[in-house]
């Protein structure tokens, strides 16, 4: 499994890059085509550019040319791939170890009706989505984007009350991520067949075949960055422990929308860039501030704690998976090597552990074992006496 993960990760990596990176090439040229008067016949903008030692020169038509090119690109499998690898990840870390990685610890669904809850939600978002994009709300752009910021958020708050935090995390960008991919398998492509199909008969081309594909590829654009932040988040315990997990992740899904419009009119040569960067700017600023950990009350009477008292709540809590030999009944090795067996291992270690048990509860993982505030209340008196030492 770990093979697995590590391949699939790779796979799904680079078919991402890939895709995103054309989304972000095809976005940038639409918004720098040369559109000035005197375009030739057919032709609605130009562009000269320069790279990797050699002149480039592309132009739009404005509906098709003359005559269908022998060699035509499609971008296509790019995102297709991109999804099945993704999906194919997903099974890999979450869905074959349900019980320790996708359901909540004290949650009382199984991990069959967990995993059929994800599934659910990945189409019932893709469901939404489509539906409002084929109504007269695609006109209002702001209006889309508002009922979508409702739906992550709803799905947050819900995924949240029966999904470890980070696998809440991955599930929503995972919806995301199946409405990019859709928009290109059920509006984008079928769209440009009908371009192709039109150059080929010589036929009348409507504006809405090309709307169509235009809107679906913009909002894909849109879906970019808050899917890759999410996608990096789920390294970063900051984000997604705590309580107010799914907070933080509409503030993600805000700011890094807020990040890729400036981006958007800036390239367009639009107002509203600089207010919308100060927007995204103040947001990120508030975000750093209230995700700052709390500070650890220390234990009454200011009581010393010992190694010994410590390293109980260690090997209880912790060294069930972080072991040359874990009794764990999901990890065989111990996750990234980290083991908790000796005392020397656990002093060399101690900004870790103090990171991940006490900055943060992201450790255990999904608090499988349970561990109390208690217990960690006594680990951070423990490893604050360390350091004062």
């Given at each position: 499994?770990?093979?697995?993960?590590?391949?699939?990760?790779?796979?799904?990596?680079?078919?991402?890059?890939a895709?995103?990176?054309?989304?972000?090439?095809?976005?940038?040229?639409?918004?720098?085509?040369?559109?000035?008067?005197?375009?030739?016949?057919?032709?609605?903008?130009?562009?000269?550019?320069?790279?990797?030692?050699?002149?480039?020169?592309?132009?739009?038509?404005?509906?098709?040319?003359n005559?269908?090119?022998?060699?035509?690109?499609?971008?296509?499998?790019?995102?297709y791939?991109?999804?099945?690898?993704?999906?194919?990840?997903?099974?890999?870390?979450?869905?074959?170890?349900?019980s320790?990685?996708?359901?909540?610890?004290?949650?009382?669904?199984?991990?069959f009706?967990?995993?059929?809850?994800?599934?659910?939600?990945?189409?019932?978002?893709?469901?939404?989505?489509?539906?409002?994009?084929?109504?007269?709300?695609?006109?209002?752009?702001?209006?889309?984007?508002?009922?979508?910021?409702?739906?992550?958020?709803?799905?947050?708050?819900?995924?949240?009350?029966?999904?470890?935090?980070?696998?809440?995390?991955?599930?929503?960008?995972?919806?995301?991520?199946?409405?990019?991919?859709?928009?290109?398998?059920?509006?984008?492509?079928?769209?440009?067949?009908?371009?192709?199909?039109?150059c080929?008969?010589?036929?009348?081309?409507?504006?809405?075949?090309?709307?169509?594909?235009?809107?679906?590829?913009?909002?894909?654009?849109?879906?970019?960055?808050?899917?890759?932040?999410?996608?990096?988040?789920?390294?970063?315990?900051?984000?997604?422990?705590?309580?107010?997990?799914?907070?933080?992740?509409?503030a993600?899904?805000?700011?890094?929308?807020?990040?890729?419009?400036?981006?958007?009119?800036?390239?367009?040569?639009?107002?509203?860039?600089?207010?919308?960067?100060?927007?995204?700017?103040i947001?990120?600023?508030?975000?750093?501030?209230?995700?700052?950990?709390e500070?650890?009350?220390?234990?009454?009477?200011?009581?010393?704690?010992?190694?010994?008292?410590?390293?109980?709540?260690?090997?209880?809590?912790?060294?069930?998976?972080?072991?040359?030999?874990?009794?764990?009944?999901?990890?065989?090795?111990?996750?990234?090597?980290?083991?908790?067996?000796?005392?020397?291992?656990?002093?060399?270690?101690?900004?870790?552990?103090?990171?991940?048990?006490?900055?943060?509860?992201?450790?255990?993982?999904?608090?499988?074992?349970?561990?109390?505030?208690?217990?960690?209340?006594?680990?951070?008196?423990?490893?604050?006496?360390?350091?004062?030492?």
């Amino acid at each position: 499994m770990d093979w697995l993960n590590a391949m699939l990760r790779f796979a799904h990596f680079i078919t991402g890059i890939a895709w995103i990176g054309a989304s972000f090439y095809f976005n940038w040229l639409e918004n720098n085509l040369n559109r000035s008067v005197g375009q030739k016949e057919g032709i609605s903008g130009h562009l000269w550019a320069v790279h990797g030692g050699g002149f480039y020169y592309l132009e739009k038509f404005k509906s098709y040319p003359n005559e269908l090119p022998k060699h035509l690109h499609w971008f296509k499998w790019e995102a297709y791939f991109t999804l099945i690898t993704g999906f194919a990840l997903f099974c890999v870390v979450y869905y074959y170890n349900a019980s320790s990685y996708l359901i909540k610890a004290g949650s009382d669904i199984s991990s069959f009706t967990g995993i059929l809850l994800s599934i659910a939600g990945m189409i019932v978002g893709w469901l939404i989505y489509d539906n409002v994009t084929k109504s007269s709300l695609v006109k209002k752009q702001w209006l889309v984007s508002l009922i979508m910021l409702v739906v992550v958020a709803i799905s947050a708050f819900f995924y949240a009350e029966i999904f470890t935090p980070r696998a809440m995390f991955i599930q929503i960008g995972a919806m995301i991520g199946v409405i990019m991919v859709f928009n290109v398998f059920f509006v984008i492509m079928p769209s440009q067949r009908q371009l192709v199909q039109a150059c080929v008969e010589k036929s009348e081309l409507g504006e809405e075949i090309g709307f169509r594909g235009y809107i679906r590829s913009r909002n894909n654009n849109y879906f970019t960055l808050p899917v890759l932040f999410i996608m990096i988040s789920n390294h970063y315990p900051i984000f997604y422990s705590g309580e107010n997990a799914p907070i933080v992740l509409i503030a993600i899904f805000v700011i890094t929308v807020l990040i890729r419009h400036y981006f958007n009119l800036e390239g367009e040569k639009k107002k509203g860039g600089k207010r919308t960067l100060a927007l995204a700017t103040i947001l990120t600023a508030i975000a750093f501030y209230a995700l700052i950990p709390e500070q650890i009350k220390p234990l009454k009477n200011n009581r010393v704690v010992s190694f010994e008292e410590a390293n109980t709540i260690i090997q209880n809590r912790c060294a069930t998976c972080h072991s040359k030999s874990p009794s764990d009944d999901t990890f065989t090795t111990a996750p990234s090597g980290f083991t908790l067996d000796t005392k020397q291992e656990i002093i060399n270690t101690k900004d870790l552990i103090y990171t991940r048990t006490i900055s943060s509860d992201s450790m255990p993982f999904g608090n499988k074992t349970e561990m109390t505030q208690e217990e960690r209340q006594i680990l951070a008196s423990w490893l604050n006496s360390l350091s004062k030492n």
